[in-house]
């Protein structure tokens, strides 16, 4: 008996005219997450199987779909020629031999000499003359044996849906950049943009040597990882000592943060305009810390001419942010103690709730154009 995969994608169907766009990504996107194995992608009827493959290289398939963006569900399944005896070894192979079970087929062949309640009784019937131990429950069974008839001859027989990482197609929703410091916060916000099917490029900003080497190679480790969601992505890495060393010695410390901010996003606006990306991404939290209040917002949002900025963990509490991190496999990375450009000069107090005005008086003591076409000019580019 072949093993083959089903998927079954999430809300494409919902796109009218735009389906087929979305399909044919969708497909590319599963051919590149399984590039390197021996496999064959097949569509039917808006029904995708993952044939062909060695048994051996199944679990690997299945860790790389979790990743993609798209899947609502998957299932292993036995594609069996289309006769009783067959369907019923399958059938046999996947029903586990306790427990309430029913049997629901699909028949899409309507030339099969039984109809899908037949099949249905059928193999029931033989699989509770074979398992005594087994018994028919309709409504709430703890196992349902899945049978397709297909059109071509071949039945599909299967128990297990897996859900899958739902969201859309990655490469559907345009692109956006993505601030990543080496927190836990920014790679969650990444990994939940790219979701809703956004291709994400990063952009990271150092203080070498304030900050260590250690620093930047823990954030192109968390990018990686963004980047077995989104199949590949650029990391933009640029320098900010000096914007640091000039804020530090010509205005009030307490602006540090608010500040660099600024200097922040409008390097990101320029680096977005320079790769193509339409809106910036954060991770920050609504009131997380003293410069995540909506003050700070209003202050780092000001400089930014046209690009929208995505926040989508505004409403998230810590601990939520931390499960999610954990479940994308960044946490483990992004708790490592290596100090990211934001505690260096560091003030004590920071302001909590900077008015535009005071923001301003402190930056009209800096060159901004002069530091940020200097910090443009380090401006390196890693292709993950
Ligand atoms: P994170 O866990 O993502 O570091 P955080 O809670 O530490 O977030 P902040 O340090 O205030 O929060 O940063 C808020 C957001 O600003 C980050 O989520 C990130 O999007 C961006 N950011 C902060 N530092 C950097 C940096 N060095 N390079 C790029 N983006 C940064
Ligand atoms: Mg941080």
């Given at each position: 008996?072949?093993?083959v995969i089903i998927l079954r994608y999430s809300e494409i169907h919902l796109k009218?005219?735009?389906r087929?766009y979305f399909e044919r990504v969708f497909t590319v996107n599963v051919e590149k997450s399984l590039k390197?194995i021996?496999h064959e992608l097949r569509v039917i009827s808006g029904r995708y199987l993952i044939e062909?493959f060695?048994?051996?290289?199944i679990d690997e398939i299945l860790s790389r779909l979790e990743k993609v963006f798209g899947i609502h569900s998957y299932s292993v399944a036995?594609?069996?020629?289309?006769?009783?005896?067959?369907?019923?070894?399958?059938?046999?192979?996947?029903?586990?031999?306790?427990?309430?079970?029913?049997?629901?087929?699909?028949?899409?062949?309507?030339?099969?000499?039984?109809?899908?309640?037949?099949?249905?009784?059928?193999?029931?019937?033989?699989?509770?003359?074979?398992?005594?131990?087994?018994?028919?429950?309709?409504?709430?069974?703890?196992?349902?044996?899945n049978?397709?008839?297909?059109?071509?001859?071949?039945?599909l027989?299967f128990?297990k849906f897996i859900k899958g990482a739902g969201g859309m197609p990655v490469g559907t929703s345009?692109?956006?950049?993505?601030?990543?410091?080496?927190?836990?916060?920014?790679?969650?916000?990444?990994h939940m943009i790219a979701r809703r099917g956004m291709t994400?490029?990063?952009?990271?900003?150092?203080?070498?040597?304030?900050?260590?080497?250690?620093?930047?190679?823990?954030?192109?480790?968390?990018?990686?990882?963004?980047?077995g969601y989104t199949l590949?992505?650029?990391?933009?890495?640029?320098?900010?000592?000096?914007?640091?060393?000039?804020?530090?010695?010509?205005?009030?410390?307490?602006?540090?943060?608010?500040?660099?901010?600024?200097?922040?996003?409008?390097?990101?606006?320029?680096?977005?305009?320079?790769?193509?990306?339409?809106?910036?991404?954060?991770?920050?939290?609504?009131?997380?810390?003293?410069?995540?209040?909506?003050?700070?917002?209003?202050?780092?949002?000001?400089?930014?001419?046209?690009?929208?900025?995505?926040?989508?963990?505004?409403?998230?509490?810590?601990?939520?942010?931390?499960?999610?991190?954990?479940k994308i496999g960044?946490?483990?990375?992004?708790?490592?103690?290596?100090?990211?450009?934001?505690?260096?000069?560091?003030?004590?107090?920071?302001?909590?709730?900077?008015?535009?005005?005071?923001?301003?008086?402190?930056?009209?003591?800096?060159?901004?154009?002069?530091?940020?076409?200097?910090?443009?000019?380090?401006?390196?580019?890693?292709?993950?």
């Amino acid at each position: 008996m072949e093993k083959v995969i089903i998927l079954r994608y999430s809300e494409i169907h919902l796109k009218g005219k735009n389906r087929c766009y979305f399909e044919r990504v969708f497909t590319v996107n599963v051919e590149k997450s399984l590039k390197g194995i021996k496999h064959e992608l097949r569509v039917i009827s808006g029904r995708y199987l993952i044939e062909n493959f060695d048994e051996d290289s199944i679990d690997e398939i299945l860790s790389r779909l979790e990743k993609v963006f798209g899947i609502h569900s998957y299932s292993v399944a036995f594609k069996v020629p289309s006769d009783l005896d067959n369907i019923f070894e399958a059938a046999k192979t996947v029903c586990q031999p306790y427990g309430t079970f029913k049997v629901d087929t699909h028949r899409a062949d309507k030339s099969f000499y039984l109809n899908s309640p037949q099949i249905n009784t059928e193999i029931g019937g033989k699989l509770l003359e074979l398992y005594n131990e087994l018994t028919v429950e309709v409504h709430n069974p703890s196992q349902v044996i899945n049978i397709d008839v297909r059109e071509n001859g071949s039945t599909l027989v299967f128990g297990k849906f897996i859900k899958g990482a739902g969201g859309m197609p990655v490469g559907t929703s345009g692109k956006g950049l993505l601030l990543i410091s080496g927190g836990i916060d920014s790679p969650v916000a990444g990994h939940m943009i790219a979701r809703r099917g956004m291709t994400v490029d990063c952009i990271h900003f150092h203080s070498y040597p304030y900050t260590n080497m250690q620093a930047r190679d823990k954030v192109e480790e968390l990018a990686k990882i963004l980047s077995g969601y989104t199949l590949g992505t650029h990391l933009n890495i640029i320098s900010v000592t000096h914007i640091q060393e000039e804020i530090h010695k010509k205005c009030n410390g307490e602006f540090m943060v608010t500040l660099l901010r600024r200097f922040m996003m409008r390097l990101s606006e320029r680096v977005a305009k320079k790769i193509g990306a339409q809106c910036l991404i954060t991770g920050e939290s609504l009131g997380q810390v003293a410069s995540q209040t909506v003050e700070g917002m209003t202050s780092s949002n000001s400089v930014v001419e046209c690009l929208p900025v995505l926040r989508p963990l505004c409403g998230f509490d810590k601990d939520e942010i931390i499960e999610r991190s954990k479940k994308i496999g960044a946490y483990e990375i992004s708790i490592q103690p290596y100090e990211d450009c934001c505690t260096v000069f560091l003030p004590k107090h920071p302001v909590i709730k900077p008015t535009l005005k005071s923001v301003l008086e402190e930056e009209a003591k800096l060159d901004v154009e002069g530091l940020l076409k200097e910090a443009m000019s380090t401006l390196e580019t890693i292709t993950l």
